[in-house]
């Protein structure tokens, strides 16, 4: 017998959020940017994907600030002094080792320096289904942020 709940929750995991193909980034991890609405300098610490498209997380000299890519405008400089690349990319299918009872393939939906170490950010929960059956719940709880440790490489 086929287990329609496991399977609906590997589809669930595999498929990409933002569609078929990735979008492309308005501006690369650690690139220095100017943010429009605060009118100050900062450097790309992150990037994770929402419904309205990627956001970015920007370290500037007293704050970090979320914004939209609309928001910023990339120099083209890197942080001069910077740590480790990621281990793994945005898209990226990986194995989460701290699955529970679900399937433990994941797709890399955000990249996250925090404390000069690497984050992920990984579906760990399902969403809900309403009770009518015509409406998909997700939360934003549902997002995990996890190091590499907890992370293993898929070679398909």
């Given amino acids: 017998m086929i287990n329609l709940v496991q399977n609906l929750e590997t589809c669930w995991y595999l498929s990409p959020p933002w569609g078929k193909d990735i979008p492309s980034l308005q501006v690369s991890l650690l690139e220095r940017v100017y943010v429009i ?4 300098f900062g450097y790309c610490c992150g990037v994770e994907w929402s419904d309205k498209g990627w956001k970015y997380e920007i370290a500037t000299l007293h704050d970090d600030i979320t914004v939209f890519g609309h928001e910023i405008i990339g120099t083209g400089n890197l942080q001069a002094v910077t740590p480790e690349k990621p281990v793994f990319r945005l898209g990226e299918t990986v194995e989460f080792r701290f699955h529970g009872e679900g399937p433990p393939l994941r797709i890399i939906q955000g990249v996250q320096l925090i404390n000069d170490t690497w984050f992920y950010c990984i579906e760990w929960m399902s969403p809900e289904l309403s009770e009518n059956g ?3 719940f997700t939360s934003r709880d549902a997002i995990a942020r996890v ?3 907890d992370l293993e490489r898929v070679r398909l």
Avoid at 37 to 40: C, E, F, I, S, V
């Fill in 134 to 136: 015509d409406e998909v």
């Fill in 147 to 149: 190091t590499d440790f």
């Fill in 37 to 40: 609405p605060t009118k100050t």
